[in-house]
């Protein structure tokens, strides 16, 4: 089945018996995990082999920046992809595009609308739906960030070791993570008691 006869409103016929305008808009793209820029190359290598790149005008994997902070309390700077296993493009939808972006190595199909088969148990065909101009702003805002998102590899539950301050070599359980202040609230018992205390990440470590 080709995408043409899933009767997309970009390649339907006006009354007239003129082709509707065709214009480019952003799809998401599943892919395998872990393959979006091995994607991401192998498709912008296609678009200029197979000559369908004033159809195919962008291919994004959208990033934000992120501090990861490790056990010795450094700070690694680094990217993170805001949606794991997709990839956007950016095309005038026909059935030579789609043919080329469905049949690039590690591509699983476009988000879309699934449609029944006329027969047969098995899935249908996916048709393609762009995404709205909505949700394009607030993927591309994400990425656009200015403040790195902090990640540390402590959630709540975990025991840690205070490395330093007042309360260095105590014990406890964190209560609490908050990334965006570079900081967690755990419980350490003081005199017997559990009580909440504010520390920064370079402050713990968590332990196995």
Same mark, same amino acid.
């Not at 996916?126 to 990425?143: A, C, D, H, M, T």
């Given at each position: 089945?080709?995408?043409?006869? %899933?009767?997309?409103?970009?390649?339907?016929?006006?009354?007239?018996?003129?082709?509707?305008?065709?214009?480019?808009?952003?799809?998401?793209?599943?892919?395998?995990?872990?393959?979006?820029?091995?994607?991401?190359?192998?498709?912008?290598?296609?678009?200029? &082999?197979?000559?369908?790149? %004033?159809?195919?005008?962008?291919?994004?994997?959208?990033?934000?920046?992120?501090?990861?902070?490790?056990?010795?309390?450094?700070?690694?700077?680094?990217?993170?992809?805001?949606?794991?296993?997709?990839? @956007?493009?950016?095309?005038?939808?026909?059935? %030579?595009?789609?043919?080329?972006?469905? #049949? &690039?190595?590690?591509?699983? #199909?476009?988000?879309?609308?699934?449609?029944?088969?006329? &027969?047969?148990?098995?899935?249908?065909?996916?048709?393609?739906?762009?995404?709205?101009?909505?949700?394009?702003?607030?993927?591309?805002?994400?990425?656009?960030?200015?403040?790195?998102?902090?990640?540390?590899?402590?959630?709540?539950? %975990?025991?840690?070791?205070? @490395?330093?301050?007042?309360?260095?070599?105590?014990?406890?359980?964190?209560?609490?993570?908050?990334?965006?202040?570079?900081? +967690?609230?755990? @419980? +350490?018992?003081?005199?017997?008691?559990? &009580?909440?205390?504010?520390?920064?990440? #370079?402050?713990?470590?968590?332990? #196995?």
């Amino acid at each position: 089945m080709t995408f043409a006869q %899933d009767q997309s409103p970009e390649l339907q016929q006006s009354e007239q018996g003129q082709e509707a305008p065709k214009t480019a808009r952003w799809y998401a793209v599943q892919v395998a995990s872990g393959c979006e820029k091995r994607v991401k190359t192998n498709l912008e290598q296609r678009i200029h &082999t197979l000559d369908v790149a %004033d159809r195919i005008l962008q291919v994004q994997i959208p990033k934000t920046p992120t501090i990861k902070v490790r056990k010795d309390g450094s700070r690694q700077h680094g990217e993170e992809k805001v949606f794991p296993g997709y990839v @956007l493009v950016r095309m005038i939808m026909d059935d %030579d595009a789609w043919q080329v972006v469905k #049949n &690039t190595p590690h591509v699983i #199909n476009f988000v879309g609308a699934e449609q029944s088969r006329g &027969t047969g148990r098995g899935r249908g065909h996916v048709r393609p739906v762009p995404l709205s101009p909505g949700e394009i702003e607030r993927i591309f805002k994400q990425s656009e960030v200015q403040e790195p998102v902090v990640k540390i590899d402590t959630m709540v539950g %975990d025991k840690i070791m205070v @490395l330093s301050g007042p309360f260095k070599d105590f014990e406890g359980e964190v209560v609490e993570v908050s990334p965006e202040r570079g900081k +967690l609230r755990a @419980l +350490l018992s003081i005199f017997g008691r559990d &009580t909440p205390v504010e520390l920064e990440f #370079n402050q713990i470590e968590k332990l #196995n």
